[in-house]
T-cell receptor, first 114, second 111 residues
Framework: DSGVTQTPKHLITATGQRVTLRCSPR?????VYWYQQSLDQGLQFLIH???????AKGNILERFSAQQFPDLHSELNLSSLELGDSALYFC?????????????FGPGTRLLVL | EDQVTQSPEALRLQEGESSSLNCSYT??????LFWYRQDPGKGPEFLFT???AGEEKEKERLKATLTKKESFLHITAPKPEDSATYLC????????????FGKGITLSVRP
């Protein structure tokens, strides 16, 4: 158990809908990262928040957005969902904001868009 | 752009048959190279971080090594419970601390 929690575990929804994925980092960690894992693309970086502020963006679609709250939990919002958004979504946390440090991953949310 | 290539894509071993997994990388200044293990439907589990060429780290039957262009994960006398996907990732120097992952190597160990 990495100490990172994610809810829900599974999510089934329809095209065009909007969903929110939630992540709680390990106790004391200030950084939260979001990754998408699909069968053909592997793990892809989406976005990084540090202590409530956006630090870096990857190939995150404009339909996707995220935020980190004062209690350090983070939410990833996916809107106007398409079939191709079906994937595993992971969050990871680390202690600081960019030094050489390990990112610890949560169990993931499996999203299925029908 | 940072790139990570892992080979082979899949590897089947007999229990006790040692082997190595390869991770080749190109990055604009390596800050760290990470190995993770991932079981089906689960999140990646951290194994090792390597920082500089020549560095080696060991944990039970696993040993990770690093050169300037690649890293190897050596598995000695594997057991069926070592079956998993092994992911390699790099973190580049600079402000962005994202990890760039390879596609992984699926290891299957037969009893």
């Amino acid at each position: 158990d990495s100490g990172v929690t994610q809810t829900p575990k599974h999510l089934i929804t329809a095209t065009g809908q909007r969903v929110t994925l939630r992540c709680s980092p390990r106790s004391g960690d200030l950084s939260v990262y979001w990754y998408q894992q699909s069968l053909d693309q592997g793990l892809q970086f989406l976005i990084h928040y540090y202590n409530g502020e956006e630090r870096a963006k990857g190939n995150i679609l404009e339909r996707f957005s995220a935020q980190q709250f004062p209690d350090l939990h983070s939410e990833l919002n996916l809107s106007s969902l398409e079939l191709g958004d079906s994937a595993l979504y992971f969050c990871a946390s680390s202690a600081a904001g960019g030094l050489i440090e390990t990112q610890y991953f949560g169990p993931g949310t499996r999203l299925l868009v029908l | 752009e940072d790139q990570v290539t892992q080979s082979p894509e899949a590897l089947r071993l007999q229990e006790g048959e040692s082997s190595s997994l390869n991770c080749s990388y190109t990055v604009s200044g390596l800050r760290g190279l990470f190995w993770y293990r991932q079981d089906p439907g689960k999140g990646p589990e951290f194994l090792f971080t390597l920082y500089s060429a020549g560095e080696e780290k060991e944990k039970e039957r696993l040993k990770a090594t690093l050169t300037k262009k690649e890293s190897f994960l050596h598995i000695t006398a594997p057991k069926p419970e070592d079956s998993a996907t092994y992911l390699c990732a790099v973190q580049a120097s600079g402000a962005n601390s994202k990890l760039t992952f390879g596609k992984g190597i699926t290891l299957s160990v037969r009893p």
